[in-house]
């Protein structure tokens, strides 16, 4: 299911924490699944949770709950943009609408050559440098003008 690397990084996480208390390692473990595998289907939780020693369920309702993980394939390259009003007052409403526009779709769809997929975002905690943009769930981009998201663009479609 995992390689070998993901189930290291899985373990150095698990000693954080009490032997008694894997399921505490279970954000993390999910993090790590969906980094090498790009989204959590059913199989990969079920995985986690008997790796962990959980129910599937217990696993289910953290992946379901934050809407970092992604349970679906879908975007080689994920752009989740802030939304929340701090944002929106710098900008991030003219940002969104210039994805929608430059992909043609818009939130929650994916472009139909699978390449990125556009979604709104909660608070990433970066009000300050908005608009934030968060690429993958890994990397945060602040100050996003329509500018900056052409350049982001290109690079990505290469």
């Given at each position: 299911?995992?390689?070998?690397?993901?189930?290291?990084?899985?373990?150095?996480?698990?000693?954080?924490?009490?032997?008694?208390?894997?399921?505490?390692?279970?954000?993390?473990?999910?993090?790590?699944?969906?980094?090498?595998?790009?989204?959590?289907?059913?199989?990969?939780?079920?995985?986690?949770?008997?790796?962990?020693?959980?129910?599937?369920?217990?696993?289910?309702?953290?992946?379901?709950?934050?809407?970092?993980?992604?349970?679906?394939?879908?975007?080689?390259?994920?752009?989740?943009?802030?939304?929340?009003?701090?944002?929106?007052?710098?900008?991030?409403?003219?940002?969104?609408?210039?994805?929608?526009?430059?992909?043609?779709?818009?939130?929650?769809?994916?472009?139909?050559?699978?390449?990125?997929?556009l979604e709104e975002?909660?608070?990433?905690?970066?009000?300050?440098?908005?608009?934030?943009?968060?690429?993958?769930?890994?990397?945060?981009?602040?100050?996003?003008?329509?500018?900056?998201?052409?350049?982001?663009?290109?690079?990505?479609?290469?």
């Amino acid at each position: 299911m995992l390689s070998a690397q993901a189930i290291e990084r899985i373990d150095r996480e698990l000693t954080k924490f009490p032997a008694d208390q894997k399921q505490s390692a279970v954000m993390a473990a999910l993090a790590i699944a969906q980094a090498e595998l790009g989204n959590l289907s059913t199989e990969t939780m079920n995985f986690v949770a008997g790796y962990l020693g959980m129910a599937p369920v217990a696993v289910y309702e953290v992946a379901t709950f934050y809407s970092l993980y992604q349970r679906a394939a879908g975007g080689r390259n994920r752009l989740r943009i802030c939304t929340n009003l701090p944002c929106v007052l710098s900008g991030a409403g003219e940002a969104a609408e210039h994805l929608k526009h430059k992909l043609g779709i818009g939130f929650g769809a994916v472009t139909a050559d699978g390449a990125f997929k556009l979604e709104e975002g909660e608070c990433f905690g970066a009000c300050g440098d908005a608009p934030v943009v968060l690429h993958n769930e890994r990397r945060m981009l602040i100050g996003m003008t329509p500018a900056k998201l052409d350049e982001l663009l290109a690079e990505l479609a290469k």
